[in-house]
């Protein structure tokens, strides 16, 4: 599926604050960069997901330190290729949780917007990087939602109980 994957879910913006001025509440950034460039931006995502890696290389300091400090912060373990159930729980929490949350993931976090889309309220918006070309903004509807069900359940593991887990 990774030719698959590599499609994007909704429009490559290269400008954050024209992507801000567009984005739905609550705001989950997948990827390192994303959030840096969110942050540069003057908004601290109300979920980042980071992995302190860029296209498989460890990202720069100033993008590390760009990660919001005031956010409350959880750590789970997610290998490449994979959603594990730390992070779909981690997930569903940080999007019920009042305060912003950074999951820190040790090991991979890119697979993490397509549970993310089912994670969020309609109207919520998912933005993840899409490599040199910029970031992916997900408004999630009704369509964004079925388009991620159909991938996941196409994945190997137990499709269903993802979905439940995303369902409670």
């Known amino acids: 599926m990774r030719t698959e994957l590599k499609e994007p879910l ?3 913006v290269t400008d954050a604050e024209r992507l801000l001025a567009d984005a739905g509440d609550p705001l989950v950034a997948v990827g390192d960069v994303v959030t840096y ?7 601290t995502p109300d979920v980042a997901l980071v992995d302190g890696l860029t296209k498989r290389e460890t ?3 100033e993008v590390e330190a760009a990660v919001s400090d005031d956010a409350r912060r959880v750590t789970v373990t997610n290998p490449a290729g994979t959603l594990t159930a730390d992070l ?12 912003k949350t950074v999951i820190a993931v040790s090991g991979e976090e890119d697979l993490a ?5 089912l994670a969020v309220p309609e109207g919520a918006s998912v933005v993840y990087g899409q490599p040199d070309e910029g970031m992916v903004h997900v ?3 009704e369509d964004a ?6 991938i ?11 979905f439940d887990v995303l369902a409670d």
């Open 37 to 43: 460039h969110l942050e540069r931006a003057g908004v």
């Open 113 to 117: 917007a397509l549970p993310a889309v």
């Open 88 to 99: 779909l729980d981690a997930l569903v929490a940080a999007v019920d949780a009042p305060e």
């Open 59 to 61: 990202v720069a300091p």
């Open 145 to 150: 939602r079925a388009a991620v069900r159909d």
């Open 139 to 141: 408004r999630v509807d």
């Open 152 to 162: 996941l359940s196409r994945m190997d593991g137990d499709p269903d109980r993802l």
């Open 10 to 12: 909704g429009p490559v």
